[in-house]
Nanobody, 117 residues
Framework: QVQLVESGGGLVQPGGSLRLSCEAS????????MGWYRQAPGKQRELVAT???????NYVDSVKDRFTISRDNAKRTVYLQMNSLKPEDTAVYYC???????????WGQGTQVTVSS
């Protein structure tokens, strides 16, 4: 079965850092674009960052120069390094795996990130 398991969330003060991890199983990991999404209370889920199988990255403007997405294919894991965190970054962060060929799309259960003093 397909499983995406996120970890690394928690409570951090403004200006602090967190590193999220998402380990995938049950998929041919190298063939998937991996991404991080987030959903704050009362808001729609939004794309935060993606990294393709070829290593190309994309970020929403609000996190550029603060967040870095990366992947380790040997570990079947995607990471999101979050620096200079702001209260508006508070949300549940979800890991996503997508492969256009075959229309495959999977989600993790989410991990809470809270930025507060």
């Amino acid at each position: 079965q397909v499983q995406l398991v996120e970890s690394g969330g928690g409570l951090v003060q403004p200006g602090g850092s967190l590193r999220l991890s998402c380990e995938a199983s049950g998929i041919f990991f190298r063939a998937f674009t991996m991404g991080w999404y987030r959903q704050a209370p009362g808001k729609q889920r939004e794309l935060v960052a993606t990294v393709t199988s070829g290593g190309s990255t994309n970020y929403v403007d609000s996190v550029k120069d603060r967040f870095t997405i990366s992947r380790d294919n040997a570990k079947r894991t995607v990471y999101l390094q979050m620096n200079s965190l702001k209260p508006e970054d508070t949300a549940v962060y979800y890991c996503n795996a997508d492969r256009e060929l075959g229309r495959l799309n999977y989600w993790g259960q989410g991990t809470q990130v809270t930025v507060s003093s």
